[in-house]
């Protein structure tokens, strides 16, 4: 009876193997296919299917100038408010403003006119128009951060600086409260806002994002500075005040757009996730 059982046994081993064999090519009875869950470090936009990308959202304050950048806004607030504290209620230019003025101040027709084009960047009608076009860009070139970034950075700088002249009240040429000066603080956000976009390139150093940043602040910074000064809409020391109003506000203000924006992703990303598990189940 002992060969027969071992006949038995064979005979259902070629059975179970026939049986495999007859499956079709790529068939997969049976088993289940495990795939990662998706987390908030994808980062990325929805596509096909309702699952993540993975490809990362740039971040609109790099990680490798947070600290740097960090330091310069705290400095910067500092400069605002010492500067305010110390021209609180003047309505006159103080030693350094008297000096600089008298060289910058009065400039002839042809400069008065780049002055003018300048300020009218400033002012409503132009800042809107800039605003817009610099958003437009940002969102042709897929930065959504950047383009938030944009107008909550001017909002809010701009915003700051109405403020502080509230609260300082410094004047010139009569009633017109001039600390700090929110021109300079508007082409400096905006300035500062494409930096940190084009310092985020790959490739790109710490060293070397950090010196394109500040040519960058410091180039919009005069250039709308002096067009202040030229025509005697602002004083020297107003000039600096806005200038830092912006370096203190605008990183600041990134830092909390790529806390919300990460936020928003962890969330889409963990209920793709769970939608995801429930259709495999």
């Not at 909550?152 to 509230?166: E, F, N, P, Y």
């Not at 410094?170 to 084009?198: E, Q």
């Amino acid at each position: 009876m002992a060969p027969a059982r071992a006949e038995s046994g064979t005979t259902g081993g070629s059975s179970v193997g026939s049986r495999h064999e007859q499956k079709p090519k790529g068939a997969s009875v049976g088993v289940v296919e495990h795939r990662p869950p998706i987390t908030g470090e994808d980062h990325g936009s929805a596509g096909r299917g309702g699952r993540a990308t993975g490809r990362p959202a740039p971040a609109v304050l790099p990680p490798s100038l947070c600290r740097r950048l960090g330091t310069v806004a705290v400095l910067a607030a500092l400069v605002v408010v010492a500067l305010g504290v110390l021209y609180a209620g003047d309505s006159g230019p103080g030693r350094a403003d008297a000096r600089i003025m008298a060289t910058v101040y009065g400039v002839g027709p042809s400069w008065r006119h780049v002055a003018l084009a300048l300020d009218f960047l400033g002012e409503p009608v132009g800042s809107a128009a800039l605003v817009t076009a610099v958003v437009a860009g940002c969102l042709l070139l897929r930065r959504p951060r950047t383009a938030v970034l944009v107008v909550a950075g001017a909002g809010l700088t701009v915003g700051t600086s109405t403020l502080l002249k509230s609260l300082v009240g410094r004047t010139i040429h009569g009633d017109n409260l001039s600390y700090p000066s929110g021109h300079t603080a508007f082409a400096t956000t905006l300035a500062l806002v494409v930096a940190l976009a084009a310092a985020d390139r790959p490739g790109l150093g710490r060293t070397a994002g950090t010196s394109l940043v500040l040519t960058a602040v410091l180039a919009a910074g005069a250039a709308m500075g002096w067009a202040e000064v030229a025509l005697g809409a602002h004083y020297p020391t107003d000039v600096l005040g806005g200038w830092c109003t912006a370096l203190a506000v605008v990183p600041a203000t990134a830092w909390l757009v790529d806390r919300a924006a990460d936020r928003t992703t962890d969330r889409t990303a963990g209920r793709t996730s769970d939608t995801g598990r429930r259709e495999r189940r």
